[in-house]
């Protein structure tokens, strides 16, 4: 018996990496208007915010529902083995909710891992989770794990602009507009499995200053997974980002892994934001 891991799209795994990892991906759907596309299968991260720069209205996505994982989980189990599921967090959208659903017919078979997180966040609880794997752990054992990381597991990100915020009546326009005006940058992180606004500043430049001082405070636990993402067409504002922490990291592991952001969060953030990902370091 073998034990799988089942991830959604938002995770901004694609269908090739998933091929090339031995991985379950299930995607979610994004419409812009009349056009429908499976995320991470049939448009790349590259199309989506050509589109979503073009659009004059913002894409929606779906959360996958029960039956399409009821397929997955079934194939699984016909076939002799388990499996994690991770999905992205109950807080925004009803996906985990569905699979928790679809994975009442399979008990101790299949473990569904609500993350608590979206795109990088969810992108690294897997990242643990295939390490967990290679080291022969049961799929009970591994959700567990997972359970008990994701309490500690952080993301931060710097937002280019409030535009797509106010799109999706997050911010009301006013304060959209001054805030563009005033070339204010929020700061954003994941908390309790929801977006929060946990700062602001005049410019990148001090956006990014902000964001390596919130990601000090928490400190980063790099015998952990831990990455840095961009959303967007153009990664200048990533290689700043990188060059400026690298007190944080530099001496201490070799590269940062980097992930290019998707639809599920790319929609509500818009283009030119940078992130980054990481588990905190225990008794700091």
Not at 240 to 253: A, T, V
Request: glycine residues 8%.
């Amino acid at each position: 018996m073998a034990t799988k891991i089942i991830i959604d799209s938002a995770s901004d795994i694609t269908k090739e990496e998933a091929d090339q990892l031995g991985i379950v991906l299930i995607p979610m759907e994004i419409r812009f208007e009349d056009e429908e596309f499976l995320d991470g299968y049939n448009i790349t991260k590259k199309e989506f915010f050509e589109k979503l720069i073009e659009s004059s209205t913002l894409p929606k996505t779906s959360q996958i529902n029960p039956t399409k994982f009821e397929e997955e989980f079934k194939k699984v189990v016909d076939n002799g083995d388990e499996a994690v599921c991770i999905t992205i967090s109950s807080k925004l959208s009803g996906t985990y909710n569905n699979a928790v659903k679809a994975s009442n017919e399979f008990k101790d078979k299949i473990f569904v891992v609500d993350s608590l997180n979206a795109c990088l966040g969810e992108h690294i609880l897997f990242d643990y989770a295939y390490r967990l794997l290679k080291q022969n752990l049961s799929a009970k054992e591994i959700a567990q794990k997972l359970d008990e990381a994701k309490g500690h597991l952080h993301v931060l990100a710097m937002l280019d602009t409030l535009k797509y915020l106010r799109k999706g009546g997050r911010i009301s326009a006013i304060a959209a507009f001054a805030g563009e005006l005033m070339s204010i940058k929020p700061v954003v992180a994941i908390k309790g499995g929801e977006v929060k606004l946990v700062g602001k500043a005049m410019g990148s430049k001090k956006a990014g200053n902000l964001l390596n001082t919130l990601v000090k405070e928490k400190g980063i636990n790099l015998d952990m997974p831990y990455c840095v993402a961009w959303s967007g067409l153009d990664t200048t504002l990533l290689e700043k980002y990188i060059k400026d922490s690298e007190p944080l990291w530099k001496g201490k592991i070799e590269k940062i892994a980097r992930y290019p952001i998707g639809s599920t969060i790319g929609t509500h953030i818009g283009p030119n934001a940078i992130g980054v990902a990481f588990f905190e370091k225990e008794n700091k």
